[in-house]
Structure formats: structure tokens, C-alpha cells
């Protein structure tokens, strides 16, 4: 599911998003990397440490700092030295205490996993759990446009593996074709309105 969510974050939202009459995109049922810090307790009770030491040491170790500007002439340049860890196994070098002359790292007191965030919203279509994306139309864009058609197309031609099978899960209608039932259901109700009001004329007059 994780390769799945980055399939569409970085292949099919992008061959959308720049469409003309598209406006926004919602992808719904992703699901996003999460690194998990499980404490282990009584290696904590162990060595004397509190949680909030464990949370303050990465809190710290795991954060970008500026350091200052550049400026050269009439240009300012701001600048940031990244602390962000990108590697999971490097937060179990996060030093979290001193003890008897020596570091404690995090790994000695906690398990580091390359997990997922909690998922708290699933879609599947016909089971399998997948990734959902809506496509908002812009406003004012013409319904003549066929953005939806656009759409359909654009997501047929983005490459992906061949195992990933791309369909869509309701059957929406694009705006023109609503605008055009919409307009057949009006003349319609005015027809049998005109009938009905013909009707109870000749009935009330016998």
C-alpha cells in the first residue's frame, strides 16, 4: 500500500493536477511512511531515564536549524543546515542520556520501526484495499471542455507496473453530460406541467 500511495502521489496526481479545467485533486486511502518509536519500559526503569528525556533527545537530534543569511550585493540568501534524519537506522544513534561517563543510545531503550501512519480512512473497490482520487473541477471552466474525458485519458496513458490496474470506481458523469440530462429532465416537467394544467382546465369546465 505504501508503494501504491507513492505510485499516485508521484505519477498519476501529477499527470493530473496540470490538466486544464482541473482544479484540485483528493486522494483518499493513502498510506503514508511513518517512523515508530516503541519505548522499551524497563530498560528505561533500568538505567534511570524518563520518557520525556527519550522524546526531548529526538525532538532535538531530528530538526532543520537555520543558521543565518548570506548576502552578496543586493541578494539575501537564507540558510538552514538539515538535521531531519532520512535514514530509519540512524535514530537508534540518538544519544538520549549520559550514564557512568558513557552515551545511551535510543536503540538501548526503545525499538525503531520504518512503519506506517495509523490508517485511519480505507477505500477498496471489489475487496482489495486501494488509493482513491477525485477530481474537482475548476470553476468557471466551460462544461464543453470535457475535463473528465481529459482525465480519464491522462490517467491511461501515466506509466506504472503492470500489476497496478487503474479503474475507475464510480461511474460519475462529467458535466456535460449532467448539464445535458439536466436540461431534457426540465423540458420534460415543464411538458407534463403544461399537460396537467391543460387538464384540470377542461375538467373544471366540464
Known amino acids: 500500500m505504501r508503494e ?4 499516485t502521489d508521484q505519477t498519476i496526481v501529477k499527470a493530473l493536477e496540470n490538466l486544464p479545467g482541473v482544479a484540485r485533486i483528493d486522494v483518499n486511502g493513502r498510506v503514508t511512511r511513518q517512523i515508530l518509536i ?7 526503569t533500568a538505567l534511570g531515564i524518563g520518557v520525556d528525556q527519550v522524546v526531548s533527545a529526538i ?7 537555520p543558521a543565518g543569511r548570506i548576502t552578496r550585493g543586493q541578494s539575501d540568501s537564507v540558510v538552514r ?8 537506522e540512524q535514530f537508534g544513534r540518538i544519544i538520549v542520556a549520559q550514564q557512568g561517563g558513557g552515551p545511551v543510545y535510543l536503540s538501548q531503550v526503545a525499538d525503531v520501526i520504518d512503519g ?11 475487496r482489495p484495499p486501494g488509493d482513491h482520487d477525485r ?4 470553476r468557471r471552466t466551460p462544461t464543453s471542455s470535457r475535463p473528465a474525458a481529459t482525465c480519464r485519458q491522462a490517467v491511461a496513458d501515466a506509466q ?8 475507475g470506481a464510480h ?11 439536466a436540461s431534457t429532465a426540465s423540458s420534460q416537467t415543464i411538458v407534463e406541467g403544461a399537460l396537467l394544467t391543460v387538464l384540470i382546465v377542461f375538467l373544471f369546465l366540464h
Not at 135 to 138: A, G, K, P, S, T
Not at 160 to 167: D, E, F, I, L, S
Not at 171 to 181: A, M, N, P
Request: charged share 45%.
Open 135 to 138: 477530481r474537482r473541477r475548476r
Open 116 to 126: 506506517e501512519k495509523e490508517i485511519d480512512e480505507l477505500r477498496a473497490h471489489q
Open 4 to 7: 501504491l500511495t507513492s505510485l
Open 81 to 88: 543546515v538539515e538535521g531531519k534524519i532520512k535514514d530509519p
Open 59 to 65: 525532538r532535538d537530534a531530528n530538526q532543520d536549524v
Open 38 to 44: 516503541q519505548i522499551k519500559p524497563h530498560a528505561l
Open 171 to 181: 461511474r460519475q458523469l462529467d458535466g456535460r453530460t449532467r448539464s445535458r440530462r
Open 160 to 167: 506504472g507496473p503492470a500489476a497496478v490496474r487503474r479503474r
